[in-house]
């Protein structure tokens, strides 16, 4: 008997009795996945912790106190007298996760991104392809059009502004549609566990 | 007509009635398959054509980014994509992960896959969860993968490793595969693929796959396995029909429930409309 699978399937259950009424089962099976979620990712912090700085640390790697230090004094948020002395960590943290956030961004989301959209049509030599990129370079340049407040939306720029949302208004459907897709397949892969468990379904 | 309207006015009023025809929609096709036709498309083959020329030798980042919720989505292609890459001769497979919990679905993977004679610290291991978040994690990483991960996930000093000793940084690595809700793709993208022109093939769930989409078209991720749909056109690349291919039926008459369900609402609602 795998009671873990069956655990599985009581708390399944649990979660999905919501769609009759908030329930005490619900309720604990919620509770119990948050709990869980934050203990694990707390031991996987202070596994972290022990063998990439208080390990190496303990062997006479004392250039990694600086880390350990700042580290500690993010905890010195949680007094109100101490506070500031914990925007120091944070000061450095937010730097480097900006700089190094940045250093790729130019190219990745834009010069990759635009010149992949005005790539010239006589490379492309499916027809489907070109059609493709027509369509793209139609598609950014009339939601560019949309987005543009400087001049008054009149003439083309009326035209191609209106022709502009109806192509925001596809790619939000169709945005929404893959979400719907998701959380259906999110279900999907209950049910599957849940008909394995049953032995509807080979494991 | 009149009657008809209130009755589904009556039905679609009530969340449960949906929720059981969902359900119903969903359990069905599981129990008798429809056999629905799934075509390939042309992300998923180029995904799975770059890991197949593979050569011995050749080094892969496997990011493993599944966690307990999207497990039902990226299961079933983490596992394919896995047991594919467990099936090339020769190459070494470095698993990491972005998410806490990914780790966890690693193994659950790695539990009931066919290795092939690999054998761990020679030609597999699991390095285990990336500190840091995305930029300063992936950056990290990309530089130097010993420095992050001084120990591998069962604690074993990393650099004992034999596969470790010529792995230590983005220079060695072939491809990354990276199986993601999220959490791993920006990292790559930005700290990998954007400095050092690294080869990056993402699958990851429907919900993320239009934000990563325009980078897919402008090549910065060159093979792209979206959702279950994706896993199931892997699974039949790879000859090897599972869950992805029982859960494509599956989803396909609840989208079909869900165009149903738009259509009647709106005819209802119109209906009562015209009438009042």
């Known amino acids: 008997m795998d009671y873990g699978a069956l ?47 208080w390990t190496p640390m303990m062997r006479g790697d004392f250039l990694i106190i600086g880390g350990f230090v700042f580290g500690i004094l993010i905890l010195l948020m949680l007094s109100k007298r101490t506070e500031w002395v914990s925007r120091w960590p944070l000061a450095l943290m937010t730097g480097a996760t900006v700089g190094l956030g940045v250093r790729a961004l130019i190219s990745v989301n834009f010069v990759r991104q635009i010149s992949a959209t005005f790539e010239p049509f006589a490379l492309r030599l499916d027809a489907l392809k070109a059609l493709d990129v027509v369509g793209v370079l139609i598609g950014t340049v009339t939601t560019l059009a949309y987005f543009t407040f400087t001049y ?33 397949t999110l279900l999907s892969g209950r049910v599957v566990e849940i008909l394995k468990t049953l032995g509807l379904v080979p494991a | 007509m009149a009657k008809i309207n209130r009755l589904l006015k009556t039905l679609y009023e009530d969340p449960k009635v949906v929720y059981t025809l969902l359900w ?128 591998d996930f069962y604690g074993t000093d990393t650099s004992s490793l034999p596969m470790m000793e010529k792995i230590r940084s983005y220079k060695d690595v072939s491809v990354i595969v990276d199986v993601d809700w999220g ?11 954007g400095p050092y022109k690294s080869k990056l093939i993402a699958h990851m769930t429907s919900m993320m796959a239009p934000t990563f989409e325009p980078h897919y078209n402008a090549g910065n991720i060159i093979g792209f396995i979206v959702g279950i749909r994706g896993a199931a056109e892997y699974e039949l690349l790879a000859k090897k029909p599972g869950v992805g291919v029982a859960t494509t039926d599956a989803l396909s008459a609840s989208h079909l429930l869900v165009v149903l369900s738009v259509i009647v609402g709106n005819i209802v609602y119109f209906s009562m409309k015209r009438r009042r």
């Open chain 2, 24 to 151: 119903m929609t969903l359990v069905i096709p599981y129990l008798s398959p429809l056999g629905l036709p799934i075509a390939v498309s042309p992300r998923t083959k180029t995904a799975y054509d770059t890991i197949n020329a593979l050569k011995p030798g050749d080094v892969i980042i496997l990011s493993v980014d599944i966690n307990a919720g999207a497990w039902g989505e990226l299961g079933a292609g983490g596992t394919a994509i896995m047991r594919h890459l467990f099936e090339i001769p020769g190459i070494k497979i470095v698993i990491v992960n972005f998410d806490v919990q990914g780790h966890i679905f690693a193994l659950r993977i790695l539990d009931f896959i066919d290795k092939h004679g690999k054998e761990y610290g020679k030609d597999y291991v699991l390095l285990g969860f990336v500190p840091g978040g995305k930029a300063v994690g992936g950056a990290a990483l990309a530089s130097d993968i010993h420095k992050v991960f001084q120990k």
């Open chain 1, 7 to 53: 655990l599985a399937l009581f708390l399944t259950l649990a979660i999905f009795s919501y769609i009759y009424k908030e329930t005490v089962i619900f309720r604990f099976a919620e509770h119990m996945f948050l709990g869980l979620a934050t203990a694990h990712r707390m031991v996987a912090a202070y596994k972290y912790v022990v063998d990439n700085a």
């Open chain 2, 183 to 193: 959490q791993g793709t920006e990292a790559f993208l930005y700290q990998w693929v």
């Open chain 1, 152 to 184: 008054r939306h009149q003439g083309v720029l009326k035209v191609s502004s209106r022709i502009g949302r109806i192509v925001l208004m596809l790619g939000l459907g169709g945005y929404f549609g893959n979400v719907v897709m998701s959380r259906l």
